[in-house]
Nanobody, 120 residues
Framework: EVQLVESGGGLVQPGGSLRLSCAAS????????MSWIRQAPGKGLEWVSS????????NYADSVKGRFTISRDNAKKTLYLQMDSLESGDTAVYFC?????????????WGRGTQVTVSS
């Protein structure tokens, strides 16, 4: 059974930073591309970033490019998202998924996510 536990969210001022983590189990993490997805209040799911199974290839939504950095530690089965220069528009619940940027919408075993609130 796929299990994903997101953590690291919180309240931060505009311009601040946070580092999210996603602990994964129930599948072969080192063989699986991973993505971060977010859901802002009152809006649908939005793809944020993806990383290939060995971390060689990464992709970012235009809205976060240059501010967010995705990474992974296959030995720890953990996915990360370093978020810098945070803006109010980044306020959302953040989820991770064992999918690429092309097929993340097919995933349906979401974790609880971690809340990120950017506010002064």
């Amino acid at each position: 059974e796929v299990q994903l536990v997101e953590s690291g969210g919180g309240l931060v001022q505009p311009g601040g930073s946070l580092r999210l983590s996603c602990a994964a189990s129930g599948f072969t993490f080192s063989s699986t591309p991973m993505s971060w997805i977010r859901q802002a209040p009152g809006k649908g799911l939005e793809w944020v970033s993806s990383i290939s199974n060995f971390g060689v290839s990464t992709n970012y939504a235009d809205s976060v490019k240059g501010r967010f950095t995705i990474s992974r530690d296959n030995a720890k089965k953990t996915l990360y998202l370093q978020m810098d220069s945070l803006e109010s528009g980044d306020t959302a619940v953040y989820f991770c998924a064992p999918r690429t940027r092309l097929n993340w919408r097919s995933f349906d075993s979401w974790g609880r996510g971690t809340q990120v609130t950017v506010s002064s």
